[in-house]
């Protein structure tokens, strides 16, 4: 995991090189996806870098927070615009860097998650 950018109480960590790339250097992030999509990702990973707990990420409604299912079962993600089809898969971390993704008490991972690892952002209709 690559070490991204400390708060107060929330860290921000990346599982690759690459997704921190694409989720910090807009010129980069603009190569890689739609304008709009790059310009909302960042401003997202901005609001998640300035958040002050997990329930922040949670509650703030252009996110939708969601759980996932099927191949990405017990994964969470962020929308980016919902009518872009784009969205941030983010991983809930403890303050010991353990994975709270299996956490079934929603409450439990809104009050001990500490990290969140951006695992990857990805089209869901591609």
Same mark, same amino acid.
């Given at each position: 995991?690559?070490?991204? #950018?400390?708060?107060?109480?929330?860290?921000?960590?990346?599982?690759?090189?690459?997704?921190? =790339?694409?989720?910090?250097?807009?010129?980069?992030?603009? =190569?890689?996806?739609?304008?709009? #999509?790059?310009? =909302?990702?960042?401003?997202?990973?901005?609001?998640?870098?300035?958040?002050?707990?997990?329930?922040? /990420?949670?509650?703030?409604?252009?996110?939708?927070?969601?759980?996932? &299912?099927?191949?990405?079962?017990?994964? &969470?993600?962020?929308?980016?615009?919902? =009518?872009?089809? &784009?969205? /941030?898969?983010?991983?809930?971390?403890?303050?010991?860097?353990?994975?709270?993704?299996?956490?079934?008490? /929603?409450? #439990?991972?809104?009050?001990?998650?500490? /990290?969140?690892?951006?695992?990857?952002?990805?089209?869901? &209709?591609?």
């Amino acid at each position: 995991m690559e070490s991204g #950018v400390k708060n107060a109480l929330m860290e921000v960590e990346y599982k690759t090189e690459k997704t921190k =790339k694409l989720c910090k250097e807009l010129a980069y992030a603009k =190569k890689q996806l739609p304008t709009e #999509v790059a310009e =909302k990702l960042l401003s997202h990973i901005n609001y998640i870098e300035q958040a002050s707990c997990f329930a922040d /990420i949670m509650n703030y409604p252009p996110f939708k927070f969601h759980k996932l &299912y099927g191949d990405r079962k017990d994964d &969470y993600a962020l929308d980016v615009g919902r =009518k872009l089809g &784009y969205r /941030i898969i983010i991983e809930p971390l403890d303050e010991n860097n353990k994975s709270l993704k299996k956490e079934k008490d /929603i409450n #439990v991972i809104k009050n001990c998650t500490k /990290i969140v690892l951006v695992v990857e952002v990805t089209n869901h &209709y591609a």
